[in-house]
């Protein structure tokens, strides 16, 4: 891939492509040398499939190789195109924001299950912007407020309500603190829960590119929990929600921290689309 002279059509360059990343460790090295192509070519995939003989210009061949030599050092995929896909929207993504898991679906579809009759719901650390946005899609008529201790993180959040056409409300600070005397329906939260002791254990792209402060949730993950457990009952309405996305094998004791805070009525876990309990919610008494 260093030849100027040397013609590199598309396939050829999938193939030593696919090659170099799975030498680097990358899972699927093929599909992710197809995405990153796409995007240097501005084609969708099925166009890649009709040029497979396409010849690269330099400009071209530039531009894919500057994402080629990123992904070799295990930035995620999803820094490198600038976006990530979910709940059916397409979200921007930087440095500043932890990407958007399917897994943190479960969280808000169960917000959408359980939030038909709620006015007010807050997502508690928004990073990105996806729980809150997807939210409001889902449930035009309620008010959506959502908070980080990140200011970078917000401004990527916002310019995603703006991109997706979502109205948000967006607070700068820690936890429920910018909401003095204010109450909500429905509080979400997908916080740090990766106890700090696991953190050296991630996933190369996770560690080494994601924001460790969005992950780390204490000795034992469980520490941000605790926090939001014993400030929510005074930040919600009579018969109010709180839901969590949690780890695996988190659920019994965060459904415990919510019995012992008084979150007690109509508990409940769901699960992920891989059967982990990934959900655990509690409602705060009439």
């Known amino acids: 891939m260093t030849t100027q002279q040397e013609k590199w059509d598309v396939l050829k360059i999938l193939n030593w492509t696919k090659g170099y990343l799975a030498d680097k460790g990358v899972e699927n090295p093929r599909l992710e040398a197809e995405w990153m192509l796409c995007d240097a070519l501005s084609l969708d995939r099925v166009g890649l499939y009709l040029n497979f003989d396409k010849p ?11 994402m080629v030599v990123r992904r070799g050092r ?6 490198i195109l600038g976006s990530q896909e979910f709940m059916g929207l397409d979200f921007q993504v930087s440095p500043a924001v932890l990407i958007p898991r ?52 917000l401004a990527v959040a916002r310019d995603n309500a703006l991109k997706n056409d979502a109205s948000v409300q967006f607070f700068q600070g820690s936890l429920l603190e910018p909401f003095a005397g204010r109450c909500f329906d429905m509080i979400l939260s997908n916080p740090p829960y990766i106890p700090a002791g696991e953190l050296a254990t991630l996933q190369q792209e996770v560690r080494g590119f994601e924001p460790l402060n969005a992950l780390d ?22 018969g109010g929600w709180l839901l969590f996305e949690v780890g695996a094998g988190q659920a019994p004791e965060v459904l415990g921290l919510l019995k012992q805070g008084g979150l007690s009525a109509e508990t409940f876990t769901a699960l992920d689309p891989a059967g982990i309990e990934r959900v655990v919610g509690g409602r705060l008494p009439h």
């Open 56 to 66: 690269l210009s330099e400009d071209e061949l530039s531009s894919f190789r500057g």
């Open 102 to 153: 399917h897994d943190t679906e479960a969280l808000v579809s169960e917000g959408i299950k359980r939030g038909g009759d709620a006015r007010t719901l807050l997502d508690i650390g928004a990073g990105s912007g996806c729980v809150a946005v997807a939210l409001a899609k889902a449930l035009p008529d309620a008010e959506i407020c959502a908070v980080d201790i990140s200011g970078a993180a």
């Open 74 to 79: 295990r930035e995620p995929l999803q820094y």
């Open 217 to 238: 949730g204490g000795a034992d993950g469980l520490d941000f929990y605790r926090a939001i457990v014993a400030q929510a009952p005074d930040h919600l309405n009579p």
